[in-house]
């Protein structure tokens, strides 16, 4: 992270500070009220002005130890000792507005339209199914305490054991197997294994990364082959590189907005203007989906029928082991997602509650009311925690901003939304999948490998090196949850190998 200089502005005579900083690591600017200005340069994270907002305690700064700093339990105020003549001053921290979580769940709902979409036609259902299983998904998790900043939703990583199920044996087996799946994930809560998530190390964390990055990147050239197919691949990829260009270069002049929604609504009304003849949401859509209104709304599922199923043995059997496969998958991702929320934000979970435990419960519950009103659920999502995060969310209200925006979607706006191009969403999800990607932590692995340094310690970052490719590999080209598995038993393994051996 390149830190940029600092203006500290300092006063003897005064102990009250205030600073505004965004809600991921970033350089502040702190002032006092005095008129004397003392520049600061950071260059490091241990230095004491280049600090995360998030961290519990720094180290003391290099050019004065005893300045040292010490976050309150609340997150909101920073406590200086030893700053001037020897007092203790309190930092108060501007937390991201509503207004700036609101707009970063608006761009996570517009992300999660077509692949909501498409999660519904793979499963064999209506598309208002998968749009609901968002929206239901994105409101329950964060009022019962997922970890802040995730966004829960229609996973496709989910869909992949379902649709297996119901295409087989029919989409009626759908509920029981959700409801199963998400009790199953409620015994994991409650008897509190979500801490295994610890397992995963940096490494490994990293491959999976890479894997859904790329397996995210690509699964973009649908819409291209499709525009290719329909005569018009030039406006699309112009749309999409209008798009990108958008999202990147934006906020360097402001970041008032997120990026990716400017993005999305530049290039859908540049594409409406020039009557490009472009894929919309609404023509790959069956017919339907978008006309809005109350009939949207979903219904109850027919309980007679599911409690006739599962006091079927046959039927549990059944489906049992689709509902392990769903489980085992939400479970890794939405762990991981917490994880990553982490790594871009330096916060780490609160110590007043178990955070990995709830996200777990609250992604449980939100599976549970998903199957009674006939969705599929889903889980944590990290392409679109990535982009909350950098559209300037963060908070539990961003993630219940996307639930709401897409449900007034749905209900409201569906003609409206029906309209956006499909290369300007392609577009969105090229520079996710770019954020996904690992860089910095792979190419640190590499460089470590590389850097002279002998014997035992070459040895073991070659294991962590190997870790990281074979869980990307895996991930990319197998299972997201087998690659992780398999990055863990490998990582460990080895590393358990060499050490028995290095030490005889």
Same mark, same amino acid.
């Given at each position: ?166 295409? =087989? ?261 090229? =520079? ?73």
């Amino acid at each position: 992270m390149v830190m940029l200089p600092l203006l500290l502005l300092l006063s003897s005579s005064s102990s009250a500070w205030a600073f505004s900083v965004a809600p991921r690591r970033s350089s502040v600017v702190i002032s006092s009220g005095g008129s004397r200005l003392y520049p600061v340069v950071a260059k490091e994270p241990s230095q004491l002005f280049s600090f995360d907002p998030f961290k519990k305690s720094y180290p003391s700064h290099r050019n004065n130890p005893s300045y040292s700093t010490t976050w309150e339990k609340n997150k909101s105020a920073l406590q200086l000792s030893g700053c001037g003549n020897n007092e203790s001053s309190t930092i108060t921290t501007t937390p991201p507005t509503r207004i700036q979580e609101a707009l970063a769940g608006l761009t996570v709902a517009f992300s999660l339209l077509s692949k909501a979409i498409a999660c519904s036609a793979i499963v064999g259902v209506n598309p208002l199914v998968g749009l609901w299983s968002s929206v239901i998904m994105g409101i329950t998790a964060p009022l019962i305490g997922s970890r802040a900043g995730v966004i829960s939703g229609t996973a496709a990583v989910v869909i992949v054991p379902l649709s297996a199920l119901t295409v =087989t044996h029919g989409v009626e087996y759908m509920p029981l197997c959700i409801i199963l799946s998400a009790i199953l994930q409620g015994l994991f809560g409650v008897f509190n294994l979500a801490k295994t998530a610890d397992l995963v190390s940096e490494e490994v964390l990293s491959g999976f990364l890479n894997g859904l990055g790329f397996i995210l990147l690509f699964s973009q050239a649908k819409v291209f082959k499709a525009a290719k197919a329909a005569g018009a691949l030039v406006p699309a990829v112009g749309m999409a590189s209008l798009c990108f260009s958008i999202v990147q270069l934006l906020p360097l002049v402001t970041k008032a907005v997120p990026s990716s929604l400017v993005g999305l609504v530049v290039a859908t009304g540049l594409g409406m203007m020039l009557k490009l003849p472009l894929a919309t949401l609404e023509s790959t859509a069956p017919a339907g989906t978008f006309s809005g209104g109350l009939s949207s709304l979903p219904s109850l599922i027919d309980f007679g029928q599911l409690r006739s199923m599962a006091t079927s043995s046959s039927a549990v059997k059944l489906v049992m082991p689709a509902a392990i496969s769903i489980m085992i998958i939400a479970l890794v991702e939405t762990l991981l997602a917490g994880k990553v929320v982490d790594d871009m934000t330096g916060k780490t979970d609160d110590a007043d509650y178990d955070v990995p435990k709830r996200s777990v419960l609250a992604m449980s519950t939100g599976n549970l009311v998903s199957a009674f009103l006939g969705g599929f659920g889903g889980c944590g999502l990290i392409p679109q925690t990535v982009l909350n995060l950098k559209s300037g969310g963060g908070g539990p209200f961003s993630s219940i901003s996307y639930a709401l925006a897409m449900a007034s979607f749905v209900l409201f706006f569906a003609p409206l939304v029906g309209r956006i191009s499909e290369a300007a969403l392609a577009g969105i999800m090229i =520079t996710v999948a770019y954020d996904t990607v690992a860089w910095n932590s792979s190419f640190k692995s590499i460089k470590a490998v590389m850097t002279k340094g002998g014997g035992a310690t070459r040895v073991q970052r070659l294991i962590d090196l190997f870790a990281l490719g074979l869980s990307s590999y895996i991930c990319y080209f197998g299972n997201l949850a087998v690659g992780i598995i398999g990055g863990v038993v490998a990582q460990r393994g080895l590393h358990s190998i060499f050490n028995r051996f290095s030490k005889d």
